[in-house]
């Protein structure tokens, strides 16, 4: 850009070229994040750059604009810049101590929404709660369940606890645990998980945004499969007879996830898909 002051516009196409360029993202995809960058840099609503697209903008406002641009080239997730990101409905803080909210895991969402009753009280338990997205859904969704979260990232856990006092949500508790380890014997009707799931190989964990995410909420042992098969085979001693496990796997670990569950006798074992129409969520209830 030269030194004459732009407007609104031409600073979101600019921007636009340049986050397609060096992000290689689609144009459609690069102008949301530069118009969610701008309305951020410029703490105003998303409508405003709209009606006051031409604008000129101060240098002040420019600067604003740019650093948070120049960290988006560099390859930041906008989540992280941003410091939240929307899921489900809500708003969440994330930092980069937290896996960034994927549209995906809405489905596990809705499959356990789709378990728990909304008229009389539950017990729910969701395992690596990260930023707290699942169990936020889920305690808004089903306001008489009593939803316990764990994660073993004591960070992780700040962010998820911060989150739900934002939200005012009364019925999520909290506890540092690697999985089960500190759970004791307990009875839930529903656990929910998103694990590690990502092989250590591959390629992707050195692509886009899973570069600054926890790596420790993204890859696991195994083909990926370390911490679904710990998580299958903690889960009866943890859930009431008949309570159902729902966790998300990675595209190709419907066959592995379903074969977990089938050999310990679970019943029920299905797959459901995700919103690009991958199987991304196995389940079943318990033996
Ligand atoms: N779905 C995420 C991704 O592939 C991975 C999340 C996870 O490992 N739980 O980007």
């Known amino acids: 850009m030269n030194d004459e002051a732009a407007s609104v516009a031409g600073l979101l196409d600019d921007a636009t070229a340049r986050i397609t360029a060096a992000c290689g993202l689609g ?19 998303p409508a405003w750059l709209i009606a006051h697209d031409t604008d000129l903008l101060t240098d002040t406002q420019s600067a604003a604009f740019q650093s948070r641009l120049s960290r988006r080239l560099e390859g930041e997730p906008v989540a992280y810049i941003l410091g939240e990101r929307e899921f489900f409905g809500l708003r969440l803080q994330v ?15 809705q499959a356990v929404l789709d378990q728990a009753p909304a008229d009389r009280p539950c017990r729910i338990l969701d395992l690596g709660t990260g930023s707290g997205a699942i169990a936020l859904a889920l305690a808004t969704h089903r306001p008489l369940a009593q939803i316990l979260a764990v994660d073993r990232s004591s960070a992780a856990l700040d962010v998820a606890r911060n989150n739900a006092h934002r939200l005012g949500l009364k019925n999520v508790a909290f506890i540092l645990s690697d999985w089960y380890a500190q759970l004791g014997v307990r009875n839930f009707d529903i656990i929910a998980a998103n694990p590690p799931y990502i092989p250590k190989d591959d390629m992707h964990l050195s692509q886009g945004d899973l570069r600054f995410e926890p790596v420790e909420a993204l890859q696991s ?4 499969l370390a911490d679904i098969r710990r998580i299958v085979a903690g889960a009866p001693l943890h859930l009431s007879q008949g309570g159902w496990l729902l966790f998300e796997h990675g595209y190709d670990q419907e066959k592995a996830s379903q074969a977990l569950l089938r050999q310990a006798d679970w019943f029920q074992v299905h797959t459901r898909l995700d919103l690009s129409g991958l199987p991304r969520v196995s389940g079943g209830q318990c033996p």
């Open 27 to 45: 144009k459609r995809e690069a102008r949301i994040e530069a118009r969610a960058l701008a309305a951020y840099a410029w703490q105003v609503e």
């Open 95 to 109: 930092t980069p101590d937290v896996l960034i909210p994927r549209p995906d895991t809405e489905t596990l969402v």
């Open 221 to 224: 042992d195994d083909g990926g």
